[in-house]
């Protein structure tokens, strides 16, 4: 029961270029959220937004929020190598539910 | 600083072996999850917990169990360990309803089966 879905798959850029990444969902939320896994570890919360937010901004992270369209980016801005891990997009379930349901992330590889 | 636990990083247990990995939160949560990652198919939620001793299945629940006794701990148990089970798993925990820090992980438990 797979929600969102991360676009591209894969994305390869110079350090000091941007990276934006794409969640296209199906049903309705209440709020969307970006995590950070490095290679083999676990996932890191990057940010929240809720449906009634269009943009939220966290350091170098700018993440919008298109509800009409169903749709979030995640915008790394100055990249750096250690910015190099999968990026997942989660959502809350369908109906209000807390469960989060994922996509299956892009991998982003920073060159130095 | 707030954290989720897996006991184990790395795992190799043999096929048919009853598999328990154990998974502990110091936050007082009361929701907790089970994942599997595998290449390709992103993160597959196998069970959840939003009390103790509460259980739900999630989307790939067969040849797995979950046991919740106290609120902070929440184990997968692998009945009989199958090849098929190869895989990295996850588990993290969030607040009702979720907040700004949204849901938190484990360092995750790669685990092989042979």
């Known amino acids: 029961s797979q929600q969102g879905e991360e676009d591209p798959q894969a994305l390869s850029i110079q350090e000091g270029e941007n990276a934006t990444m794409n969640c296209s969902y199906k049903?309705?939320?209440?709020?969307l959220q970006w995590y950070r896994q490095n290679s083999g570890r676990g996932l890191v919360h990057l940010i929240l937004i809720r449906s009634n937010e269009r943009e939220k901004h966290s350091g170098r992270l700018r993440v919008t929020l298109d509800t009409s369209k169903k749709s979030s980016s995640l915008l790394i801005t100055a990249s750096r190598a250690a910015d190099t891990a999968s990026y997942f997009c989660?959502?809350?379930?369908?109906?209000?539910?807390?469960?989060?349901?994922f996509g299956r992330g892009t991998s982003l590889i920073v060159h130095p | 600083d707030v954290k989720v636990t897996q006991s184990s990083r790395y795992l190799v247990k043999r096929t048919g072996e009853k598999v328990f990995l154990e998974c502990v939160q110091d936050?007082?949560?009361?929701?907790m999850f089970w994942y599997r990652q595998d290449p390709g198919l992103g993160l597959r939620l196998i069970y959840f917990s939003y009390d103790v001793k509460m259980k739900e299945k999630g989307d790939i629940p067969e040849g797995y169990s979950v046991s919740r006794e106290k609120k902070e701990r929440f184990s997968l148990i692998l009945e009989s360990a199958s090849t098929n089970q190869t895989s990295m798993y996850l588990c993290?925990?969030?607040?009702?309803?979720?907040?700004?820090?949204?849901?938190?992980f484990g360092s995750g438990t790669r685990l092989t089966v042979v």
């Open positions: 936050m007082d949560h009361e929701n």
């Open positions: 049903t309705s939320i209440n709020n």
């Open positions: 989660a959502t809350d379930g369908k109906g209000g539910s807390y469960i989060p349901t």
């Open positions: 993290a925990s969030s607040l009702t309803p979720v907040r700004g820090d949204g849901y938190t």
